[in-house]
């Protein structure tokens, strides 16, 4: 079931026309047609008040790069949002809090945010100081502006929203959602180039195909992303399955 009232994505950015081809195709595209999500893009630009609209300036003390004025931004999210704004302004930035499966699962439960989206060598330190109400990076390394970012984070939890994935289980059987990496997934033909689909999946077999799904997921994250299991919500079974790989594996 689709909520009542649609989640409130704010995008504020200097490059607004970058956003409208990713919203207008697949599940984004659903989810605001079904009402499940609603997001307004706004150009900061269209909120300063000079002639030339200039929305950057250099730096106090020197340096290279262009940083952005804070009138602009606080006008442009100040306008949408009321004074003060009437929803989280999160700030996409590599200096953010990591943004994870549970950092969306969180979003997801708000009515409404905003993301606002860097550019140049960043924002001037007083937005972040009295505007914005979160940080967040989606990753260790270094994007030419947030609308990547914001576009990610809009992706992530717009997916979780109730109504918006056909199979209601969708979201909980996701890489990430119970803390482990997702298990290998095959389509028709049963052989390709004389590679074979393993035989437990065409076994018809629930129960055989769920212990085999459930072990590829362990045995990968394990490969992959080891870090994962420490947090993961595993079986004392499943715990010495994984001790016995490691001490094959000496
Ligand atoms: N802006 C530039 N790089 C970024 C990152 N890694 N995450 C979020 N916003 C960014």
Same mark, same amino acid.
């Not at 905003?114 to 260790?140: F, K, M, N, P, W």
């Not at 909980?172 to 049963?190: F, I, M, N, Q, V």
């Not at 999946?201 to 870090?227: K, V, Y």
């Given at each position: 079931?689709?909520?009542?009232?649609?989640?409130?994505?704010?995008?504020?950015?200097?490059f607004?026309?970058?956003?409208?081809?990713? @919203?207008?195709?697949?599940?984004?595209?659903?989810? +605001?047609?079904? =009402?499940?999500?609603?997001?307004?893009?706004?150009?900061?630009?269209? %909120? #300063?008040?000079?002639?030339?609209?200039?929305?950057?300036?250099?730096?106090?003390?020197? *340096? =290279? *790069?262009?940083?952005?004025?804070?009138?602009?931004?606080?006008?442009?999210?100040? *306008?949408?949002?009321?004074?003060?704004?009437?929803?989280?302004?999160?700030?996409?930035?590599?200096?953010g809090?990591?943004?994870?499966?549970?950092?969306?699962?969180?979003l997801?439960?708000?009515?409404?945010?905003?993301?606002?989206?860097?550019?140049?060598?960043?924002?001037?330190?007083?937005?972040?100081?009295? @505007?914005?109400?979160?940080?967040?990076?989606?990753?260790?390394?270094?994007?030419?502006? *947030?609308? @990547?970012? !914001?576009?990610?984070?809009?992706?992530?939890? #717009?997916?979780? @929203?109730?109504?918006? /994935? =056909?199979?209601?289980?969708?979201?909980?059987?996701?890489?990430?959602? !119970? =803390?482990?990496?997702?298990?290998?997934?095959?389509?028709?033909?049963?052989?390709?180039?004389?590679?074979?689909?393993?035989?437990?999946?065409?076994?018809?077999?629930h129960g055989?195909?769920?212990r085999?799904?459930?072990?590829?997921?362990?045995?990968?994250? %394990?490969? +992959? +992303?080891?870090?994962?299991?420490?947090?993961?919500? /595993?079986?004392?079974?499943?715990?010495?399955?994984? !001790? +016995?790989?490691?001490?094959?594996?000496?």
């Amino acid at each position: 079931m689709t909520s009542p009232f649609p989640m409130r994505f704010d995008i504020f950015t200097l490059f607004p026309e970058v956003f409208q081809p990713y @919203l207008v195709v697949s599940i984004l595209a659903r989810a +605001r047609r079904q =009402g499940a999500v609603e997001v307004q893009v706004h150009n900061i630009r269209d %909120w #300063t008040t000079d002639r030339h609209h200039v929305v950057d300036d250099e730096p106090y003390g020197g *340096g =290279g *790069g262009m940083v952005m004025k804070p009138e602009p931004i606080f006008a442009a999210v100040e *306008g949408v949002l009321g004074r003060p704004p009437r929803a989280p302004v999160i700030l996409l930035t590599p200096q953010g809090r990591p943004f994870t499966q549970a950092v969306a699962r969180e979003l997801a439960r708000l009515p409404h945010i905003a993301l606002l989206c860097g550019r140049y060598e960043g924002v001037d330190e007083r937005v972040r100081q009295h @505007l914005v109400t979160d940080e967040i990076s989606i990753g260790d390394y270094v994007l030419t502006g *947030g609308e @990547l970012a !914001a576009l990610v984070v809009l992706d992530a939890v #717009t997916r979780l @929203l109730p109504g918006v /994935l =056909g199979d209601p289980d969708a979201p909980a059987k996701d890489s990430h959602a !119970a =803390g482990l990496l997702e298990h290998p997934h095959y389509t028709r033909p049963p052989v390709f180039r004389g590679w074979e689909v393993p035989e437990v999946l065409r076994s018809g077999d629930h129960g055989r195909i769920a212990r085999w799904r459930r072990e590829q997921s362990l045995r990968r994250t %394990w490969e +992959r +992303r080891p870090d994962l299991l420490a947090q993961a919500d /595993l079986t004392p079974e499943e715990r010495a399955l994984i !001790a +016995r790989w490691q001490t094959k594996e000496r």
